[in-house]
């Protein structure tokens, strides 16, 4: 689904003295079928930004579109439901909303909430737990006898199981190891080719935003302060430390080559191993 | 005699008798002036480590020796005197209305007489750079300023060893480096131990020593140049190097052999450059 927000400004508490205005002028649009990051700090207005996505809030002037459904001031979406069970979203943390019985039980109780019929729940538990690579001899576990990262993937099949179109994910892999991390990205990265999702990322990690996403958008002070392709973004060091963001790693680096080594390496989006190699190439071109 | 200030001795702990072993037959010492970074897969019985340390969990078999003391019901309201430890979420470990408050919970709780207390407060909200907002608000704090308020809280009590376990997890990175320099700090200015359990390969750097932990037993114990130079093994646990690292694990497959394992980038540079020049 398409998503675009015209003018956004959400304010909260308006008009008494805890009034506080999150996100102001916000405008942006997301094609369908792409994969955005969104970065920023906190209290950069991330939060408030996807709580619009499926009308958990309704901005206080400007308009948020998400396909056909139109959010605004004046004006409440008829089918909220309808929309919420077209975007899903993974919020900080998801296994700490696990509360059923077995883990069937969990991943069932999206759908029977939006009226899926019983088959279609079944078939969809069966589904979503293969999807989000976990075993089916789980189903009739509890979820608490999981590990954290197995929790988070219950949790996440919980959500794909309303068959959403949008996929929302809010810092999916705090507090993951490593292998956690990777594993968790890389499943999220496949879904998203599989079902054609249009998957919007909120991360941290400017590694992440750069190896997964085809879009950023950086968020600073309640509105946008940058986006484009993140090979191009993230290049632009002085503008990012502004707003206190680093540049990932990889470039941060090429950016050392550069001034203490005099070799210049576009950053194209290469892999380690590949950066390593022009690297050598060049060292060795030079010494020849 | 060592000056050790921590020291396992066997521990093996689990949470029932027909649960699994958590930690099996763990033994280490931590020195009264080390910066330990503890790592490991989820689940490798990192926080249990530090649950143990002061007594939140008691080990089934095994030793555990603080300052001097063994950690038991009689002696845990000692040891906690010098344990001082930050959880992961701050919003779970606020329960002052203001910052000085806050700060103030754990002295009230050991009877300190008020004079003293606003003292202490004073101090330990200097160390970590939180002066200006004595009469703020704890929860309209960034995640940064309310993990520093909390390591402040710990100061006040004048602890031998401070934990933080994953106190950097939920931060973004800003807030990390906050914390991370607050920490540096605190170790050149006092006398302190420093216990960092921890995802964030970056962080383990700045460490003295890696405890590496998988599947409830000490994997490795060495330095992080060391560790970082085992990345086959550690991908194998469950765990990565830093992208320093893993850039110069690359090059040495290209066949560039660099003079010492880099931990950060001004390393991996000077070790390119006298390869450069050396050309």
């Known amino acids: ?288 | 005699m060592t000056n050790s200030f921590i020291e396992f001795r066997n521990v093996s702990f689990r949470y029932g008798k027909d649960q699994p072993w958590v930690l099996k037959n763990v033994s280490f010492t931590i020195d009264s002036n080390e910066w330990v970074a503890v790592i490991g897969h989820n689940g490798s019985g990192k926080s249990t480590i530090a649950k143990l340390i002061n007594g939140l969990l008691f080990p089934q078999e095994g030793e555990i020796i603080v300052d001097g003391l063994t950690v038991n019901e009689h002696t845990i309201w000692d040891v906690r005197k010098s344990v001082g430890m930050v959880f992961q979420n701050p919003d779970n470990q606020f329960v002052g209305t203001t910052v000085r408050d806050d700060v103030a919970f754990g002295l009230e709780n050991r009877g300190v007489p008020r004079e003293d207390m606003l003292k202490r407060i004073d101090v330990s909200l200097g160390q970590v750079g939180m002066s200006d907002y004595l009469l703020h608000e704890p929860h309209r704090l960034s995640g940064g300023q309310k993990q520093r308020v909390a390591i402040a809280g710990v100061l006040a009590i004048s602890p031998k060893v401070i934990i933080l376990d994953e106190a950097t997890a939920m931060l973004d990175p800003k807030g990390r480096l906050e914390i991370m320099q607050t920490v540096s700090h605190l170790r050149q200015a006092e006398q302190l131990a420093l216990i960092t359990i921890t995802h964030d390969l970056n962080e383990i750097t700045r460490a003295s020593r890696v405890i590496v932990m998988n599947k409830g037993e000490v994997w490795l114990e060495s330095n992080p140049r060391d560790v970082f130079s085992r990345k086959e093994d550690l991908l194998q646990i469950g765990l990565d190097t830093p992208f320093v690292a893993t850039f110069a694990d690359e090059l040495s497959r290209q066949g560039i052999k660099l003079g010492k394992q880099p931990l950060n980038h001004e390393e991996l540079m000077d070790e390119l450059w006298t390869y450069h020049s050396k050309m």
Request: charged share 25%.
């Open chain 1, 1 to 288: 689904m398409d998503i675009s927000f015209k003018n956004v400004t959400y304010t909260y508490q308006p008009n008494t003295p805890f009034e506080h205005r999150a996100i102001h002028d916000l405008s942006f649009t997301i094609k369908s079928g792409s994969f955005v990051a969104i970065v920023g700090h906190t209290g950069s207005g991330k939060s408030t930004l996807i709580q619009h996505l499926n009308g958990l809030l309704r901005p206080t002037e400007g308009q948020v579109k998400i396909g056909d459904y139109t959010l605004s001031a004046d004006k409440k979406v008829k089918d909220i439901k309808e929309l919420r069970s077209k975007v899903g979203v993974v919020f900080q943390y998801p296994e700490h909303q696990l509360f059923e019985e077995t883990i069937a039980k969990d991943i069932a109780f999206g759908p029977e909430n939006f009226g899926v019929g019983e088959e279609e729940v079944k078939k969809r538990v069966h589904e979503t737990i293969h999807a989000v690579q976990l075993s089916e001899q789980l189903l009739d576990r509890s979820p608490f006898d999981l590990s954290g990262g197995q929790m988070r993937r219950v949790a996440i099949a919980g959500v794909l199981a309303m068959e959403p179109q949008v996929l929302v994910l809010d810092e999916p892999t705090a507090g993951l190891d490593p292998r956690g991390q990777q594993d968790i990205m890389n499943m999220f990265y496949q879904l998203h080719h599989q079902k054609g999702l249009t998957t919007i990322l909120v991360t941290h990690s400017m590694e992440d935003a750069l190896k997964y996403a085809d879009h950023v958008i950086i968020m600073d002070h309640g509105t946008k302060y940058m986006e484009g392709k993140p090979t191009e973004v993230f290049q632009r060091k002085r503008e990012l430390e502004k707003v206190q963001l680093d540049v990932p790693e990889i470039v941060q680096f090429l950016f050392g080559v550069e001034k203490q080594l005099g070799i210049s390496i576009a950053y194209r989006g290469q892999t380690i191993a590949e950066l390593a190699t022009e690297l050598v190439e060049e060292l060795r071109s030079r010494n020849l």
